[in-house]
């Protein structure tokens, strides 16, 4: 069909050429820097058309001088809408068709450790570009990932504002943050980590949900998210971007690239955060948000070698300063007991590299290290933490016929020292910082069948020098289409964490809270099946839709759950005697039309429980139904996008202070929308601004209990330690901020302004 087609148009184009009037337009359609054949031209104005030939050449004649709308337009590619001016003597063209698909299925690595097409993935990987997340800009990754369908932020303290970030209901502890692959953010680093990383200088973001411990180790349990910063080449020349709000946020990102020589480019990034601005609206005598100083510094360097590999080094270091609490809180109150916060001090840095070996193999030997200091007051609780982790990983890819083998040798080195009892000698006395080696071997190999199949097995082992040896197998099948429109996914694997309380977990440390270990914790395994089903249509007018179905069932041992409910005054943690489970249904519905508008949405039901002495609770925290949306026009000739993105949230069970806590168990339905206009001028600047949180939704007011008393003073306690109930305090309540389900932060309008200089 498209060699008949082709073969008309240029008998169309050579006849009406030669009785016209000369007006020929003529050119070649061009798509990712390529010809592209076949394509189809028309003239709207005339209802005339064609269809380039093999080099992706055309002519078109329009028998009469004018200006013409023309559509260019082909299977996967997004429908181009050109105006015209064409002389009488003729005119001769290139026309640029952008890549729909180039768009939706780039190449990506998370899954398997290789750069490989998405659509050639065994394993499932979203991936979101930087413009998705430009749509609903915000001062940090953190709070940009709320409109990820089954992903979400969670902010664990009302008052210190830190949080993670959860897949599928699992908390943020199962969800492993990686830096261009590199295994960076983690233990104490998870909770900050996502602040501080200039967004002008990240390429994509590669999420894989589901357990990927057989590449990646520990804590890869509900899956991964590889934040992509830009190749130096890719970069543009110098980035920056500046955005405020009207609550007195003040966010820049600042991206330069320089090269030194032929061979050596470099990218630098600087990300500043400032805000000062004490507010209480929900009236508790609380700050609502977190006061915060945030600085960061980013540099990467790539050195290409004389036989073609590349030597990539790169660095980041974090300072921040962070405190909430009472309104009348200073410096000077911090670690007293007259007036309460939370003050947070926190220096980070990061080292990694990836060096391409020198020889015939493809060979890589990927190397990384960390340092984190954390100086911080909970009220009077003073919490000190160093922790340092060293990386190191070789791999071998090598393609065997049919079969491309991948294998690995892993060392992990963690050092964590504190001022608790999870470093204290046995008795309580002196201290014994912990270091934990974790030396590993796997090895996956990832089979095509002549049709459309592959399968790829995988197996690890790591021998942790505290717990011992663990194992971790994966399988992952994938079958598609001939046009690869439509393609199935199904996967089994395990996955495992070695648990810090400490590092993970905040309410261990914010509150009147004691903290309790029944037992030494061991490590949590979990098994994992998931399912997933792709269907891609594209149609002659260059609109493109998808539609993505996912079932999932995670099931756990040895489960860390921590229990606020026993005592009211604790918090208890243990392995769970019994199974934890994760499971639920997903669909993402993504369009884009070729006149602009485009259409991005998610819903997620899934059930998060456990099952201990044969009774079965929900978990906490932890939501039944969300749903994400993004929706967006882009109006050409004013080069003006609209988007309008947001998410909402079914009840969630709520952790109460005892069986006299009159707040409610269970949050309400909450949602979460926002609107951003941008307007270009030009190819170097940008201008947007909107409204943030327009239903200007937050929690109850009384969402922290007895904030008015934040050290106690008013309660009074049994023998045993519970509060009992008095007249000033009938519901025997002790100040607790682990009842937060939403950020406080309301509505509020920003302005931001963005140059790119290529």
């Known amino acids: 069909m498209r060699k008949l087609a082709l073969v008309f148009g240029l008998i169309l184009g050579f006849v009406t050429g030669s009785f016209g009037q000369n007006s ?3 050119g070649q359609v061009i798509a990712d820097g390529k010809p592209l054949p076949y394509a189809t031209l028309l003239v709207k104005e005339t209802g005339k058309g064609t269809v380039s030939d093999e080099e992706g050449r055309f ?16 299977l996967g590619k997004k429908a181009l809408e050109q105006s015209i001016d064409v002389p009488s003597g003729g005119k001769e063209m290139t026309l640029n068709v952008n890549g729909v698909e180039a768009l939706l299925d780039e190449v990506v690595v998370s899954g398997t450790l290789q750069e490989i097409s998405r659509k050639d993935s065994p394993v499932p990987v979203e991936v979101y570009k930087s413009s998705f997340f430009q749509a609903n800009r915000s001062p940090s990754l953190f709070e940009s990932f709320q409109n990820i369908n089954g992903v979400r932020p969670q902010v664990n303290c009302s008052i210190c504002y830190t949080g993670d970030i959860q897949i599928n209901g699992l908390e943020g502890p199962y969800t492993m943050i990686l830096i261009d692959g590199m295994p960076l953010v983690s233990g104490l680093g998870t909770v900050y980590g996502l602040s501080g990383i200039p967004q002008s200088l990240i390429d994509r973001i590669e999420v894989v949900k589901g357990p990927a411990s057989t590449l990646y180790g520990s804590e890869a349990v509900a899956g991964l998210i590889n934040i992509i910063t830009k190749r130096p080449e890719n970069a543009p020349l110098v980035s920056a971007d500046a955005m405020g709000t009207t609550w007195g946020e003040l966010n820049l990102d600042l ?7 032929e061979k050596v480019q470099s990218l630098t990034g600087i990300n ?4 000062d601005n004490p507010i209480d609206n929900n009236g508790d005598g609380l700050t609502d948000l977190t006061l915060q100083e945030r600085f960061s510094v980013f540099q990467k360097f790539q050195i290409q070698q004389r036989n073609g590999k590349t030597l990539s080094l790169a660095g980041r270091y974090i300072q921040e300063d962070r405190w909430g609490g009472q309104l009348n809180w200073t410096p000077a ?3 007293g007991d007259e007036v309460y916060g939370e003050s947070i001090r926190t220096r980070r840095w990061e080292l990694f590299g990836n060096y391409q070996l020198p020889v015939k193999e493809e060979i890589n030997l990927q190397v990384s290290a960390n340092g984190h200091k954390q100086d911080s007051y909970y009220g009077d609780m003073f919490y000190l933490a160093d922790q340092r982790i060293g990386f190191g990983q070789l791999t071998w890819n090598k393609t065997l016929g049919k079969n491309q083998l991948l294998t690995g040798l892993a060392y992990r080195y963690t050092y964590y020292d504190d001022n608790t009892p999870a470093t204290a000698e046995s008795g309580g006395i002196g201290n014994n910082p912990s270091q934990i080696h974790l030396p590993g071997f796997f090895a996956q190999n990832e089979f095509k069948f002549k049709t459309n199949q592959s399968l790829l097995a995988g197996l690890r082992y790591d021998y942790n020098s505290v717990h011992g040896g663990i194992w971790s197998p994966r399988i992952n099948y994938k079958l598609s289409s001939k046009d690869k429109s439509l393609i199935w996914r199904t996967s089994v694997g395990n996955g495992f964490r070695v648990a810090n309380v400490f590092t993970e977990d905040h309410a261990a440390l914010t509150g009147a809270r004691q903290v309790v270990f029944e037992e030494d914790l061991d490590p949590e395994r979990s098994w994992n099946v998931n399912t997933n089903l792709v269907k891609k249509i594209y149609t002659d007018q260059g609109n493109y839709f998808s539609w993505d179905a996912s079932a ?6 040895n489960k860390i759950i921590p229990d606020y409910e026993t005592n009211p005054n604790q918090i208890i943690y243990a392995n769970l005697e019994g199974t934890s489970r994760s499971q639920g249904l997903s669909l993402s519905f993504d369009a884009l039309w070729a006149n602009g508008l485009k259409v991005l949405s998610g819903v997620t039901l899934m059930d998060v429980s456990f099952t201990e002495n044969g009774v079965r609770e929900r978990q906490l925290l932890t939501e039944r139904f969300s749903g994400v949306w993004t929706i967006g026009y882009h109006f050409h000739p ?3 996008t609209i988007d309008y993105t947001g998410n909402v949230y079914g009840p969630m069970r709520l952790p109460l202070l005892g069986e006299l806590d009159d707040r409610p168990e269970y949050s309400p339905w909450w949602s979460l929308q926002n609107i951003q206009v941008t307007k270009s001028f030009g190819k170097k600047w940008e201008v947007y601004g909107g409204v943030k949180n327009l239903l200007n939704y937050t929690p109850p007011a009384n969402s922290i209990a007895r904030a008015f008393d934040p050290f106690d003073r008013g309660v009074v306690f049994d023998d045993a330690g519970q509060a009992i109930p008095t007249p000033d305090n009938p519901n025997a309540l002790t100040f607790d901020p682990s009842y937060m389900f939403a950020p406080n932060q309301g509505i509020r309008g920003f302005l931001g302004i963005r140059l790119t200089v290529n």
Not at 59 to 72: A, F, T
Not at 552 to 557: D, K, L
Request: aromatic content about 20%; cysteine-free.
């Open 24 to 26: 020929l337009l003529s």
């Open 59 to 74: 002519i078109l004649d329009l028998e009469s001088p004018g200006q013409y709308l023309l559509q260019v337009s082909y």
């Open 255 to 261: 991206g330069i690239r320089s090269s030194f020589g």
């Open 272 to 275: 500043a955060f400032h805000y």
């Open 333 to 335: 109150d911090r670690g």
């Open 552 to 557: 999932f069932f995670t099931q756990f041992s």
């Open 638 to 640: 004013l080069e003006l």
